[in-house]
C-alpha cells in the first residue's frame, strides 16, 4: 500500500488492525512510510501489526495487489508489472482510458465503484456506501458548523430561537446519512430525490418529503422504464436538459426558504446534475449556508461552489464545496475502507494464492476489462 497521492488526501486503504488479518491469513503486507499519518496511525502501528514499512519504490518492486483509495499518479500506474492487481476507488465509470491502458498491459484493475451494490454478498465490500455514509454524516456537521444560529429549537432565558430550516437535495446514502445527523442536531429536515423510492426513505427517517410537480412524472417514467429493465442499479438516470430546467425552476421556488441546504446529487459517471442556480442562491436569506457534496472538477449541484473552498457570496451567503468529505473524517473513513477492501481480497485470494474469476459476479463487476477480453489469473503469490 502507497501513501494517496492526492493534494489533501487523509485517508489511507488500510488501516493496522486489518494488516494484522491479512498477516495472520499468510500474506506479507508492505506499506509506504508515512502513508497513515493523515489518519493518525502511525508506522510504530503498522509494524506492530505485522507490516513491513518501506519507501514508495520498495512497496511498488513488491506488491503483487496495489491497495488504494483513489486511482494512484500516472508515474504509479506506469509502474505496475504485467500480472499485479490494482484495487481501489478507481473511477471506472467516468474517464476509463488509463484503466483500459492498464488492462490491456495485463494489469488487473479491480474498480470498487463497479461493485453490483445491491449483492448481499457485496455488502461489506460496498466502499461507495461507507464513504457516503461518512460524507453525509460530516456534511450535517459542516453545515450546523458554518451556519451562525442553532439547528435546534432553543428556549432560553435570552428568548427562543427557532430551529433550522434544512433541505437534503439527493437522498441517496450520503442525503439520508445527512437528513439523520440534521434531525438529530435538531433541525427541521426535508429531503428531495428523483427516485421515487426516496419518499419513503425520507419520511421513515422523520423528515419530511419535499414534493414539486416533476416528481411525479419522472415517478410514472421510472416505473416504466424498471419495468423496460432499464433502470441501472437503483441509479437515478440524468434528467433531459429540459427536465433539469424545470426541475431548477421548481426548486428555486422552495429553497430560499431553507436556511442550510446540502447537495449530494449523482449521476454515476455523469456530471452532476444542478439542481440550485445562482439566482436560487441569490435569492436565499443572508446567512444561509449551502454545502454542495458533488462539487468536483466537472461542476457541482450549486452553480458558483467551488470544490474545496467555502465563499461568502454578495447577497451572504455561505457556499461550501465539499468533494471530499470523508477525508476530513480520515481516521474513520480509513477504518470502514480498509474493511471494505480486505472484504473484496477474500472474493480474490483462495488459499494465499491470487484467483481472479471473471466468471464470478463481484468480481466480473469489478474488473476493468478491455473490449470484453477477460481476464483469468490464478497461482500468484497476493502480497500488498
Ligand atoms: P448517488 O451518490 O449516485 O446519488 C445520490 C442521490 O442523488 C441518489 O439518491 C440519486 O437518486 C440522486 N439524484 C441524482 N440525480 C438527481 C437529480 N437530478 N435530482 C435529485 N436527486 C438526484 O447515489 P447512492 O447514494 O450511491 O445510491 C444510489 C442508489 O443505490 C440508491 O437507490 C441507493 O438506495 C442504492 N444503494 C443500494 C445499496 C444496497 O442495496 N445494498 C447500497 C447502496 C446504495
Do not use: C
Not at 289 to 312: C, I, K, Q, W, Y
Not at 341 to 357: E, I, T, W, Y
Amino acid at each position: 500500500m502507497l501513501a494517496e497521492a492526492d493534494l489533501g488526501e487523509r485517508r489511507v486503504a488500510l488501516v493496522p488492525e486489518m494488516v494484522t488479518r491479512l498477516v495472520d491469513a499468510g500474506h506479507r503486507v508492505v506499506v509506504q512510510w508515512g502513508a497513515g499519518a493523515g489518519a493518525h496511525l502511525p508506522d510504530g502501528e503498522f509494524v506492530a501489526a505485522g507490516a513491513e514499512v518501506v519507501s514508495s519504490s520498495d512497496v511498488l518492486a513488491a506488491a503483487d495487489v496495489l491497495l488504494a483509495v483513489n486511482r494512484p499518479p500516472a508515474a504509479v500506474l506506469a509502474a505496475l508489472r504485467e500480472g499485479t492487481v490494482l484495487l481501489g476507488l478507481l473511477g471506472a465509470r467516468g474517464d476509463r482510458t488509463e484503466l483500459d491502458a492498464l488492462a490491456r498491459r495485463g494489469v488487473h484493475v479491480l474498480s470498487l465503484d463497479l461493485l453490483p451494490r445491491t449483492l448481499s454478498r457485496a455488502q461489506t465490500m460496498d466502499a461507495l456506501t461507507s464513504q457516503a455514509s461518512i460524507a453525509g454524516y460530516r456534511a450535517a456537521i459542516v453545515a450546523a458548523e458554518a451556519y451562525q444560529r442553532y439547528f435546534p429549537m432553543m428556549i432560553t432565558a435570552a428568548g427562543t430561537a427557532r430551529p433550522a430550516k434544512v433541505l437534503v437535495l439527493g437522498a441517496g446514502v450520503a442525503g439520508l446519512q445527512a437528513i439523520g445527523t440534521a434531525r438529530r442536531l435538531g433541525a427541521q429536515v426535508f429531503g428531495y430525490d428523483v427516485r421515487p423510492a426516496a419518499r419513503e426513505e425520507v419520511t421513515s427517517l422523520g423528515a419530511q418529503f419535499l414534493s414539486t410537480p416533476l416528481d411525479a412524472e419522472l415517478a410514472a417514467a421510472q416505473a416504466e422504464a424498471s419495468a423496460a429493465g432499464a433502470a441501472e442499479g437503483g441509479y437515478a438516470r440524468a434528467l433531459t436538459p429540459e427536465e433539469s430546467a424545470r426541475q431548477q425552476a421548481e426548486l428555486a421556488e422552495q429553497v430560499a426558504g431553507f436556511d442550510a441546504v446540502i447537495t449530494t446529487a449523482q449521476v454515476p459517471g455523469g456530471r452532476p446534475p444542478v439542481l440550485v442556480t445562482a439566482a436560487t442562491v441569490a435569492a436565499m436569506r443572508r446567512g444561509s449556508v449551502v454545502v454542495d457534496l458533488a462539487s468536483g472538477p466537472s461542476g457541482g449541484n450549486v452553480e458558483g461552489s467551488v470544490a474545496g473552498e467555502r465563499t461568502l457570496t454578495e447577497s451572504g451567503v455561505t457556499l461550501i464545496g465539499a468533494p471530499n468529505l470523508p477525508g476530513d473524517m480520515a481516521a474513520a473513513s480509513s477504518a470502514a475502507y480498509a474493511r471494505n477492501v480486505v472484504a473484496v481480497l477474500g472474493a480474490v485470494v483462495s488459499d494465499g494464492a491470487l484467483a481472479l474469476d471473471p466468471d464470478d459476479e463481484v468480481v466480473g463487476a469489478l474488473l476493468v476489462t478491455v473490449d470484453g477480453a477477460t481476464d483469468d489469473i490464478a497461482d500468484e503469490t497476493a502480497d500488498d
